[in-house]
């Protein structure tokens, strides 16, 4: 028995690959803005299944939110990678490389927008609880230090689709700090082989086997 549990930003891109025999359910997201909470509600699922199945996760590390997963009877197969940017990138290496060569780029997905934790949703919610002085104070070390704001998409579908999402966004980052603003198209291939392939290459994916639990080393 085949599982996909993932995160709706991938849904797109998972939904039309996978078989009659693969149940799949697909999380809110602003699951893994909770991380703590990630990981209870996969493993809930996980729990519930009745016979031992090949589960597919689609979330990376996300904050640690998986780190803890129990396989059980199950055999458990993640992105080896931190997040969704690293897989829209290809890879962690392909995303580190990245970070390397800006590493003042903070990174708008489809994953964090429109979720109520955005930089500008965050900064409006600072100012109703603690006033605009301390909110500024606030935003200004989260994030005063970054150089450049992109936006980074698995597609130009999905890039034309959240572009207006991003734009007080990225209005906010530039009246503030007059970041330059890029945007970037990944591939969704990478993703695309959590549920095409056999997914044993330990470069590109974690493979928990029975007995097993999800370890934050197993991404590095």
């Not at 996909?4 to 690959?17: Q, R």
């Not at 935003?139 to 450049?148: D, L, R, S």
């Amino acid at each position: 028995m085949k599982v996909l549990l993932s995160c709706a930003v991938l849904d797109p891109y998972l939904s039309p690959l996978l078989d009659e025999e693969t149940a799949a359910t697909f999380f809110d997201l602003g699951l893994h803005d909770e991380p703590s909470l990630m990981r209870p509600t996969l493993q809930e699922k996980i729990d519930s299944l009745s016979a031992p199945s090949t589960v597919m996760i689609g979330y990376g590390l996300c904050g640690n939110g998986v780190v803890g997963l129990e396989a059980g009877p199950h055999t458990l197969i993640l992105p080896k990678a931190h997040d969704c940017i690293g897989m829209a990138y290809g890879s962690a290496e392909a995303h580190m490389a990245a970070q390397q060569a800006n590493p003042g780029t903070y990174y708008l997905t489809r994953g964090w927008l429109g979720t109520g934790n955005d930089p500008l949703e965050q900064y409006q919610r600072y100012v109703e609880q603690y006033g605009q002085e301390r909110a500024d104070r606030v935003v200004e070390a989260f994030y005063g230090h970054y150089t450049t704001v992109c936006l980074m998409a698995f597609s130009e579908e999905e890039l034309e689709q959240v572009r207006p999402l991003a734009a007080p966004v990225v209005e906010f980052f530039q009246d503030r700090w007059q970041l330059e603003y890029v945007e970037r198209v990944g591939n969704p291939e990478f993703v695309e082989r959590l549920v095409t392939t056999e997914n044993t290459n330990p470069e590109d994916f974690v493979v928990v086997e029975p007995g097993g639990t999800v370890t934050m080393e197993m991404f590095l």
